[in-house]
């Protein structure tokens, strides 16, 4: 089953307070601005922010009609209270929130149950659309054997319309759509400007089964989110030849009148397989900015050209 959702949707770890806090407020005017330009899957997780991510974009959504969007949540990580005595510090995961919960790996089918069953109560809702079974990179023997077949039992039973997996890695997620009935994948800075061994085995097989795939991380975590190429790559300091290569891809879009992010996030969506591109916010600004950049259109010549230089396949 070829799962529908929209062109781009709204990533829901920034206001999980990823890398910086921010307000209740500032959170829901992320997601308001994300509706109102179209968006209509939003993804979150138990792991963005210990929880933080899924009670916000919770009660950013309570008001809309409920079939008017796509909610995807993901299993595979227990939050359950941090033990020890004094004062509770910080997350260490990268997320700006105190540390009174921490994050136990669980891919059993009681322990994925029992992970979307929290999820609800944070969202407030009955149900959500799509789980998604989260980084099992280190957990394929549970993650096969035990919660992709519990989450295929609450999608048999209507508890669910659709179940998947999400990953920063193509190998893994290749074998998941080769010996499992996943309906989606979440393919995260695998299928980019600057990386697309997605495309080399992962996003032809799920055309050929019919599995929706959603690019996730397309700026790469910062490198391709400005014309001017800088920051990070995959969250580490990008290396040197990364940065020069992302250079020369700006100047083919400088040439095109396209700027570097603009054409990352027109990238993933070319491949038959992939269903839609999803962007992280932390604000409406950005929101703002990021449905200004996919409103326009970018030339064919484009990609033409990266492909002559060798900068895409």
Partial sequence: ??????????GAAPIGNLFTAVSDAEARAAVDAAYDAGFRL???????????????????????PRD?????TKVGRLLVPSTGDGPVGRDGQGFD??????RVWDFSRDGVRRSLEESL????LDTVDVVLIHDPDDHWEQAVSEAYPA????????????????????????????????DMV?????????????????????????????????????????????????????PEPLLAR????????????VTLPQAALAFPLRHPAVASVVVGARSAAEVTRNAGLVAEPVPEDLWAELAAEGLIA
């Fill in 151 to 182: 989450l295929a039992e609450l999608r048999d039973q209507g508890v669910v319309k659709a179940v998947g997996v999400g990953m920063n890695q193509a190998e893994m997620l290749t074998r998941f759509v080769r010996e499992t009935g996943v």
């Fill in 97 to 102: 929130v105190p540390a009174d919960l921490r």
């Fill in 1 to 10: 089953m070829t799962f529908s959702v929209s062109k781009y949707g709204f």
């Fill in 186 to 238: 979440m393919l995260a800075g695998r299928h980019t400007l600057l990386d697309q061994s997605g495309a080399e085995e992962l996003l032809p097989l799920c055309d050929e089964r019919g599995v929706s795939v959603v690019a996730a991380g397309v700026f790469n975590s910062g490198l391709l989110a400005t014309h001017d190429p800088s920051g990070t790559y995959d969250y580490a300091p990008a």
């Fill in 121 to 124: 109560v944070r969202l407030g």
């Fill in 68 to 72: 008017s969007y796509t909610l995807s």
């Fill in 42 to 64: 939003f993804d979150t997780a138990p792991h963005y922010g210990l929880g933080l991510s899924e009670r916000r974009l919770g009660a950013a959504l309570a008001g809309r």
């Fill in 246 to 257: 992302a250079r020369r891809v700006a100047a083919v879009c400088e040439r095109h009148g």
